[in-house]
């Protein structure tokens, strides 16, 4: 039974409804043209397999669309490895193409290395950011990167309910309101370096995708990232976990209620004037981009 709606399905009604829905929210927002050339960030993980599947099956009733899917290796040992053969095991079950990429290839170094950097500087009392914070930047980078390569005209995360729900309160705690303007499904193009991306799980929550997974026997890693517990995100995710058992259908109030003031945290948001890194030639709201700066910061770059 979902507790937010009270709705009692079966199996095969179950799984249907999340395709509507998915259906629905593509619809709503107009994601996608029936030419376009999409990519699909496939970590291995649950959320961005089984929207692989989904859009794998939408596709197929736009044969003019071009489906395909990019994994970043962020280089976590014990890790990723699994992830990366989930990955490629459902593309080709799916017969999508399959483009992998890599930290060490795009940055020269890969996330454990800026780990045991990050720990020498915490040793010598340098204030620094949790591993997250580093991989989420370089992670976006890579898959714009490897998109805009790759000619797409979208590239489509797996974000989900309770991601989006998070990242809202998230920003709120960093005490960055006006960027809770940017949780939405659509991101548009603001350089012509950037890849539009868009988000057809925004309003599934993650354990519906998870039974989805289930109920189809879509196989994908399981084991958490061994870096997510030192995120604030973490927390963040428990304590909204803990307010949805006892009040159904907080994560939805927390997502309309932005939409709500969306249009006015946008109106008072300033206009962010994009130029291009002096380093790298990638869309910066400065004269070095956040990715250039992170990694001058750990002596890499």
Do not use: W
Not at 241 to 268: M, Q, Y
Request: hydrophobic share 40%.
């Amino acid at each position: 039974m979902r507790s937010y709606s009270g709705e009692r399905l079966c199996g095969k009604c179950f799984t249907r409804s999340i395709e509507n829905k998915v259906r629905a929210t593509i619809a709503r927002y107009d994601m996608f043209k029936p030419s376009d050339n999409i990519m699909v960030a496939v970590s291995g993980g649950k959320d961005s397999v089984t929207l692989l599947h989904i859009l794998a099956k939408i596709e197929r009733e736009f044969p003019k669309a071009r489906l395909c899917a990019v994994t970043v290796d962020e280089g976590i040992r014990g890790y990723r490895d699994e992830a990366l053969k989930f990955a490629a095991e459902n593309c080709r079950k799916l017969g999508v193409k399959h483009v992998v990429t890599s930290f060490r290839h795009l940055f020269g170094v890969e996330l454990d290395e800026l780990v045991t950097r990050l720990r020498e500087l915490s040793r010598q009392n340098l204030e620094g950011l949790s591993p997250c914070a580093y991989c989420g930047v370089l992670r976006r980078r890579a898959l714009n990167l490897i998109a805009r390569k790759s000619k797409v005209d979208k590239l489509v995360l797996a974000h989900n309910l309770d991601d989006e729900a998070q990242t809202i309160l998230l920003n709120i705690m960093h005490g960055d309101a006006p960027r809770i303007a940017r949780v939405k499904p659509v991101l548009e193009e603001k350089h012509r370096l950037f890849v539009p991306r868009v988000k057809p799980f925004y309003e599934v929550p993650e354990k519906e995708i998870a039974f989805y997974a289930y109920l189809k026997k879509i196989e994908f890693q399981s084991v958490p990232c061994p870096y997510a517990s030192t995120a604030l995100r973490s927390d963040i995710r428990t304590m909204l976990n803990r307010l949805e058992e006892r009040h159904a259908g907080t994560k939805f109030t927390v997502l309309k209620a932005i939409e709500k003031i969306r249009p006015a945290l946008e109106t008072v948001a300033q206009e962010t004037i994009l130029q291009e890194c002096t380093l790298c030639g990638e869309p910066s709201v400065g004269e070095v981009c956040k990715p250039c700066q992170m990694l001058q910061q750990l002596g890499i770059q």
